[in-house]
């Protein structure tokens, strides 16, 4: 990870993460590339790719590629808000007394996660 100490953030980044299974995933993120929100998913017979999948403009329609052997298949999804969506899941969330601790617990692994980069590539 790259930190920028007059930012006080981390301004991109990589890491390779593999569980008890053997799989692997790949990450990166970098607030000075090319904006895509992109992910892929690569398995043994084939790859999802879902673009712009995350912070989509209103209105926008993202695309899911999948692909296996000679087949590739193109979907477009409909438009939707997520900002919109956030804000209504929390509305409800406040308004159904429903218990936080599992949205909690989720920000903490993140956040350990996170801080467990850092510490592996200071």
Known sequence: MKYDDDLGVDIYGDAMFKNNTEQIAQVSFGFNYYYQCNYELLGTKG?????????????????????????????????????VNMCRFFARTVRNGEDFQVHWDSLISQAKLLDAIRKETA
């Open 47 to 83: 790859k999802l790719v879902v673009e712009r999948a995350f912070t989509a403009a209103p209105g926008f329609r993202p695309t899911v590629r999948l692909e296996h052997q000679d087949l590739k298949q193109e979907f477009t999804l409909a438009a939707d808000n997520h900002y």
